[in-house]
């Protein structure tokens, strides 16, 4: 049986609310929801169980703006019980050995310019679930060092 191709994805989230520890504890699974914007939510629709996603820290401060770890879609697509909206299931893969910042993803080298412009993260910095070229994700896996 042949393996379907894998996507990637970016996850984006304030450490304040829900930060890479938090996704960490309690075996690493977690529900990915409260998501609004109707591009995110087709986004959260488009993932498939073994789709891989980069964790990004969003906000200010110094230890924001980064992508931090990658978790994987453990649950596809589901609607929430109390009606409130929906929601996949990711569970903890790793934490890069070095996060990867969104000045670092803006400068990067060895990837075609383009892709890096029309990437969602640089194109539209407010989307908080975005697909994720293969090229791309693997230069920031790659500047990152790999997961711990």
Same mark, same amino acid.
């Given at each position: 049986?042949?393996?379907?191709?894998?996507?990637?994805?970016?996850?984006?989230?304030?450490?304040?609310?829900?930060?890479?520890? @938090?996704?960490?504890?309690?075996?690493?699974?977690?529900?990915?929801?409260?998501?609004?914007?109707?591009?995110?939510?087709?986004?959260?629709?488009?993932?498939?169980?073994?789709?891989?996603?980069?964790?990004?820290?969003?906000?200010?401060?110094?230890?924001?703006?980064? +992508?931090?770890? +990658? !978790?994987? +879609? +453990?649950?596809?697509?589901?609607?929430?019980? @109390?009606?409130?909206?929906?929601?996949?299931? !990711?569970?903890?893969?790793?934490?890069?050995?070095?996060?990867?910042?969104?000045?670092?993803?803006?400068?990067?080298?060895?990837?075609?310019?383009?892709?890096?412009?029309?990437?969602?993260?640089?194109?539209?910095?407010?989307?908080?679930?975005?697909?994720?070229?293969?090229?791309?994700?693997?230069?920031?896996?790659?500047?990152?060092?790999?997961?711990?």
């Amino acid at each position: 049986m042949k393996r379907k191709a894998a996507h990637y994805w970016l996850l984006k989230t304030e450490p304040k609310e829900w930060s890479w520890d @938090d996704q960490s504890k309690n075996g690493g699974i977690s529900q990915w929801d409260g998501v609004k914007n109707r591009q995110a939510i087709n986004n959260l629709k488009a993932m498939t169980v073994s789709d891989l996603c980069f964790f990004y820290h969003s906000g200010s401060g110094p230890t924001n703006r980064r +992508v931090v770890g +990658v !978790v994987e +879609v +453990v649950k596809p697509w589901y609607e929430c019980e @109390d009606g409130s909206g929906c929601a996949v299931d !990711v569970k903890s893969v790793g934490e890069l050995k070095k996060p990867v910042g969104l000045k670092e993803i803006k400068e990067m080298n060895g990837v075609n310019p383009r892709i890096v412009k029309e990437f969602a993260l640089v194109r539209q910095p407010r989307l908080s679930v975005a697909p994720v070229d293969r090229e791309i994700w693997e230069k920031i896996f790659e500047m990152g060092g790999g997961c711990l």
